[in-house]
């Protein structure tokens, strides 16, 4: 399933609580608590738009992770998000203003969190080649602005980009009912991305084109995560 936005001008909590414990009822309480989150993640099955708490779900270039924890504040657990990044954890505090409270409030909740995950190799990750997903996940890929959006050599190292991410997402997801999700910005030179052509010729189907609405999302704050300006949002127009 693609769904579409647009791009172009890219350029363009916690409560306090007083708690006595001894350490090791502390180490089996966290076990417990583990436990109680994922049976309760199961037995009450919780929606945020197309995603799904039952769902296993892997997230692919974040930006502040704050897709991830809208997700997992909506499900009330994350122990079925991997959520990963192209970036290492000094440069997500160095881009990003809430990137690392996002990150341990994830964790907080269970999200495995990994960095340094390049979506065009991430079959081959050490970790990630031993899962099955049932959706993969990743909004607005872009390879950073190296030259101008419209020019062939940006255009070529985008299409390149979502190509890999195809690849790899296919042999990550699970065979019944895997589903691979692309938000994108529509129209030129989006387009020329080739999206869905490219899916097609490595054996994906096109199931649904959904529009993406950012409001679907509370907490999400689409990233420009590149240059001087990587913790701005960029207009996503008719989404
Ligand atoms: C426009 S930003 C979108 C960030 C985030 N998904 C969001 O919606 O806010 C594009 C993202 O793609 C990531 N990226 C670029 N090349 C990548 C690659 N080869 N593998 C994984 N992520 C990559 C960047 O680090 C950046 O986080």
Same mark, same amino acid.
């Given at each position: 399933m693609g769904?579409?936005?647009?791009?172009?001008?890219?350029?363009?909590?916690?409560?306090?609580?007083?708690d006595f414990h001894t350490v090791d009822d502390d180490e089996e309480e966290e076990?417990?608590?583990?436990? *109680? $989150? !994922?049976?309760?993640?199961?037995?009450?099955?919780?929606?945020?738009?197309?995603?799904?708490?039952? +769902?296993?779900?892997? %997230?692919?270039?974040?930006?502040?992770?704050s897709f991830s924890l809208c997700l997992a504040r909506a499900f009330g657990s994350a122990h079925n998000l991997v959520a990963t990044s192209l970036d290492y954890q000094?440069?997500?505090?160095?881009?990003?203003?809430?990137?690392?409270?996002?990150?341990? *409030? $994830? !964790?907080?909740?269970?999200?495995?969190?990994?960095?340094g995950v390049d979506?065009?190799?991430?079959? +081959?990750?050490?970790? %990630?080649?031993?899962?099955?997903f049932d959706r993969i996940v990743y909004n607005f890929p872009h390879v950073g602005f190296l030259f101008r959006e419209n020019?062939?050599?940006?255009?070529?190292?985008?299409?390149?980009?979502v190509k890999?991410?195809?690849?790899?997402?296919k042999v990550l997801l699970r065979k019944e009912g895997g589903e691979i999700h692309v938000t994108h910005k529509e129209?030129?030179?989006?387009?020329?991305?080739?999206?869905?052509?490219?899916?097609?010729?490595i054996g994906l189907v096109l199931h649904q084109v959904m529009p993406f609405r950012k409001n679907d999302y509370p907490g999400y704050d689409n990233k420009r995560a590149h240059g001087n300006l990587s913790d701005a949002s960029f207009p996503l127009g008719d989404s």
């Open positions: 769904r579409e936005g647009d791009e172009e001008e890219r350029e363009s909590k916690e409560e306090d609580e007083d076990d417990d608590d583990d436990e *109680e $989150l !994922e049976t309760e993640a199961v037995k009450s099955e919780k929606w945020k738009k197309y995603y799904s708490s039952k +769902q296993r779900i892997l %997230l692919v270039g974040e930006g502040d992770f000094e440069h997500i505090a160095k881009k990003y203003s809430n990137g690392i409270g996002n990150v341990r *409030e $994830l !964790e907080e909740r269970g999200c495995l969190v990994l960095y979506a065009k190799e991430m079959s +081959q990750h050490f970790f %990630l080649r031993t899962q099955r020019s062939y050599c940006q255009i070529q190292l985008n299409k390149r980009l890999g991410f195809l690849k790899n997402a129209g030129d030179p989006y387009n020329k991305w080739e999206l869905v052509k490219k899916a097609e010729k």
